[in-house]
């Protein structure tokens, strides 16, 4: 990018290098309800009104230290490709000449989570430090080792609890102390994922996911993260922990940090090291030991180069993943076992994740989605996913961040009345932006209407953080809006989230003035620095990034007639801005101006430009027409786009506060009845329309099976989102056929995917299609436990396909296959599955299937070399002799077999099967 500032690389430790490292940190920890950032992170806070200046530094102990963020920003490469927003989009990256870090991630250092620990005596008593001159830390064999005592232990602990165990809130003359534990509130997070990477928009990634937390998996709390689940053998070593901005992964580090510090929670652990990629990328070009790593990394802790770490028990955090500009080479390179031998920053980190360097050490790596695959599968012990808030969490933290119960309750309600609203809350730092704006509005007398959109939403916050002086807000700080907003869209065209001072002044932007921070709370837009390099700017999330951004476009439209989307493009009417946006987003990489454009047109609401008109003047003034635009909107839904860009397209109308295209579908699925005629194949905006309402809706509200709604593969197709999103996925009697059994089977897979129980009977999928499905049945991300594949036109090749999965240690606990001519080869192919010690069925059910005693003595055969499994066995209907019959009603009773239920003559549930 033109006059980008390159970074100071740390080409040799110089001693003016050493001495900016060793300036003392300013005093708390890091605050914040989301990716917490900390001092050390942001180097000097903003300050607004006076404070400090760049030349000061606050006491190391002082309660009001500097603001942290709500949230992470990471790098462009977890973006994908870049917005390019005049003409269509290329897929090369914009160049930015030798950037500082060019990331969107929550700007942390070694300091973002926690300050780290001192080694100056301070240990655990069986902690060991080398006890040596400096002219003897060269010795291969080492000096001797002398224990610490227990005392020290606790003058540690007492240090970091003192540093970690407060979050800060508000502006940066508005500050807020909270106790950590006060605030703190339980992320949801699960395990799964391996090697599956969504560039989806991250909006878009927890709104289609949004039930995920209510799902059955087994939750996972951040301070167990080393620990194995009920049943794993396998010790966990390196973690690899997945997260969108904003959804608590700093929080959760800091919590790991604290409880270790509090002595609640892994205290086998004696050294925590937290280190951060966007750091590391600037001294790439130096060979360094991991203990001169270390060193150089943590100034203040004397006696690294004293420490003996590889006879201790390590955790390395290395926050940020997708913020490190270098490739990591795991298939060449040096292997390095020494913690002393000197090698390059890459090839320290590869061999400490390959465990060829420090192989006891435990490591946990943060990341956003995009950029998981930089670590191959096999390197990796475990993955995690942090999803957020659950329902329940939600108002946990809600009524923790509120601190009137009756505002609590009155915000939770008015949320839930909004479900775009909702379901976004799923995102911490975005349940603190609904909590500020609304905690202001309910308890003020005449706050005016209450956002129900997203755009109202983010400007009701912007208001609130622009009006810190009551009143006093003044046309510099007017025009800083302006300026911010166009440093927001320039670079978001780019593909960055973090920028450098040279930006800033692209863009009119002097970072010295006072009415830069008189105005700019830092809870909109966040100043940081780093060890060794300038200062870093960001937006505090992606999303205030996109608004401003959308601001920006729309106040260069309507005040100064320029379409600054495509400037060679005239016209007068709003339309003629909105039609590009939406064509450019319809044809953006992943989503990535999904939210953009929903916050665009937004803005052209009267009552919405009102509210911007009390930020910028004029902006507001001129009525705007926005019929054209809805028409638009919904030709662009007709055209049976995906299902996510229609997804998106309806939020779009929402946005523009135009329902009528759900309006009657709605209407029939509250009243139960069909929104259209049983014998009609459904529109592409029909069925875009019925996704919208599902997703969107409150669980159980409507009941409706997809069954009576799909009629085709097509129907399927579009309907995915909304399969996935349901635990019981209804497909009985769909006419559809094998073509949808592969997507099912990508389906299972997903870990957004909540699906627990699938019936695709009555459908002629044939063994092609039991092979399709098998294909996501068989991996172990599946969660699938009831199949029924009854009237499908199967064969014996099925049941092949099936025993295979049954081997594998599937999930399935129950399998009906009534009603398919599978026959006695096809039993027998079965029970190859049954037999093995890693089938979990309990359950199966095999009416009608042309059986006779031959199935039987199969059976048999399977229940005695695995008796630990099967509880229930139906076979009526099927021509089965006396001796078959007998045999196994002879097993059922043997109390060493666990068969509790045996059907073999015709039941009324029979008749249910079949339908």
């Known amino acids: 990018m033109n006059g980008s500032v390159s970074p100071k690389r740390l080409n040799s430790f110089d001693e003016k290098t050493v001495s900016h490292a060793n300036q003392e940190r300013p005093g708390s920890p890091v605050p914040s309800c989301v990716s917490l950032k900390s001092d050390r992170s942001m180097g000097l806070p903003i300050h607004f009104k006076g404070g400090l200046n760049n030349n000061q530094e606050a006491p190391l102990d002082s309660p009001d230290s500097p603001v942290s963020s709500m949230v992470s920003m990471k790098s462009e490469r977890s973006m994908g490709l870049p917005i390019h927003f005049q003409g269509d989009f290329k897929n090369e990256e914009i160049p930015r000449p030798d950037p500082p870090v060019p990331s969107h991630v929550s700007m942390k250092s070694d300091r973002s989570m926690g300050l780290p620990i001192h080694f100056k005596g301070d240990f655990d008593d069986d902690f060991q430090m080398k006890t040596t001159s400096p002219e003897s830390t060269h010795d291969t064999h080492g000096p001797p080792i002398i224990p610490l005592d227990a005392e020290a232990v606790e003058a540690t602990k007492s240090h970091l609890r003192k540093k970690f165990q407060y979050l800060l809130e508000g502006t940066a003359t508005q500050v807020q102390t909270r106790l950590f534990n006060e605030i703190y509130t339980d992320l949801y997070i699960t395990e799964g994922g391996e090697g599956e990477v969504n560039k989806e928009h991250e909006i878009r990634l927890k709104e289609t996911a949004s039930r995920k937390a209510e799902a059955e998996d087994i939750a996972i709390k951040c301070t167990d993260i080393f620990k194995p689940l009920p049943g794993q053998c396998k010790p966990l070593r390196t973690v690899l922990t997945k997260g969108v901005a904003g959804i608590g992964k700093t929080v959760s580090v800091q919590k790991f940090i604290l409880d270790w510090a509090d002595g609640k929670a892994n205290q086998d652990v004696q050294f925590i090291f937290p280190l951060a990629f966007r750091e590391l990328n600037l001294i790439t070009e130096k060979n360094l030991s991991l203990l001169q790593l270390l060193q150089h990394l943590f100034r203040e802790q004397k006696d690294i180069p004293l420490l003996r770490i590889e006879q201790h028990k390590v955790v390395f955090i290395f926050d940020g993943l997708d913020e490190y500009r270098s490739l990591l080479d795991f298939h060449n390179g040096k292997s390095v076992s020494n913690v002393e031998d000197p090698v390059s920053v890459d090839m320290l980190l590869t061999n400490l994740i390959k465990g060829n360097l420090l192989p006891s050490a435990l490591l946990w790596i943060t990341t956003r989605p995009g950029a998981a695959d930089k670590i191959p599968f096999e390197c990796v012990d475990r993955v995690t996913e942090i999803q957020g808030f659950s329902d329940r969490e939600k108002k946990e933290y809600f009524r923790k961040r509120i601190s009137d119960d009756n505002l609590a309750k009155r915000a939770i309600a008015h949320l839930k009345s909004s479900r775009s609203l909702y379901i976004m809350c799923h995102i911490p730092v975005l349940c603190w932006i609904s909590a500020t704006v609304l905690e202001r509005m309910f308890s003020e007398a005449s706050s005016g209407e209450i956002p129900k959109s997203l755009t109202q939403m983010y400007i009701h916050f912007l208001i609130i953080q622009m009006d810190i002086r009551k009143g006093k807000y003044t046309d510099a700080e007017e025009e800083m809006i302006f300026r911010l907003g166009k440093l927001a869209f320039q670079q978001l065209e780019k593909g960055n989230l973090i920028f450098y001072e040279e930006d800033l002044r692209e863009c009119g932007i002097d970072i010295t003035e006072a009415s830069v921070y008189s105005g700019v709370c830092t ?154 005629p049983c014998e009609t194949i459904p529109s592409a905006s029909q069925l875009a329309s019925l996704m919208y309402l599902l997703l969107t809706a409150e669980e159980g509200r409507y009941d409706l099976h997809l069954n009576q709604i799909i009629k085709t593969d097509e129907c399927v197709v579009k309907l995915f989102p909304v399969i996935k999103a349901i635990k019981q996925a209804r497909l009985g009697w769909c006419h559809i056929t094998f073509k949808s059994c592969e997507q099912l089977g990508l389906v299972l897979t997903q870990s957004s995917s909540l699906i627990r129980e699938l019936d695709l009977s009555g459908n002629k999928i044939q063994d092609y299609g039991v092979e399709m499905l098998s294909r996501g049945l068989g991996n172990p991300k599946c969660k699938l436990k009831q199949l029924k594949l009854t009237n499908c036109s199967l064969t014996e090749r099925s049941c092949e396909c099936l025993a295979s999965v049954l081997s594998t240690g599937s999930s399935l606990r129950e399998l009906n296959l009534s009603g398919n001519r599978i026959q006695d080869a096809g039993v027998e192919l079965l029970t190859d599955g049954l037999k093995s010690t890693c089938c979990t069925l309990k359950v199966l059910r095999l009416h009608n299937c042309g059986l006779t005693d031959e199935s039987c003595f199969y059976l048999a055969a399977a229940l005695r070399s695995n008796p630990s499994h099967l509880r229930e066995l139906h076979l009526s209907c099927n021509t089965l002799g006396e001796s078959g019959e007998k045999l196994l009603e002879a097993l059922r009773k043997d109390p060493h077999c666990s068969l509790k239920s045996l059907t073999t003559k015709p039941q009324k549930s029979w008749c249910w099967d079949q339908q």
């Not at 493009?569 to 999904?594: E, M, N, W």
């Not at 009267?606 to 009525?623: H, I, M, V, Y």
């Not at 919904?634 to 506060?657: V, Y």
Request: with cysteine; proline share 3%.
């Open 523 to 676: 809870q909109i837009f966040r100043e940081e620095s780093a060890l060794y390099m300038g200062k870093v700017f960001s937006f505090v999330h992606l999303s205030i990034q996109e608004f401003l951004a959308a601001v920006h476009v729309h106040v260069s439209f309507t005040i100064k007639q320029t379409n600054v989307l495509r400037p060679d493009h005239t016209g007068p009417l709003i339309y003629d801005l909105h039609k590009v946006a939406v064509d450019l987003a319809l044809k953006s990489v992943d989503g990535h101006l999904d939210l953009f454009l929903r916050l665009l047109l937004g803005l052209s609401l009267e009552s919405n430009q009102r509210n911007l008109d009390s930020l910028l003047k004029n902006a507001g003034e001129t009525p705007l027409d926005t019929q054209e635009t809805v028409r638009y909107i919904k030709q662009k839904i007709d055209e049976g786009w995906t299902s996510n860009k229609m997804f998106n397209l309806l939020h779009c109308l929402n946005e523009l506060n135009d329902t009528s295209m759900v309006k009657d579908i709605q209407e029939a699925l509250i009243e139960g009845r069909l929104p259209w």
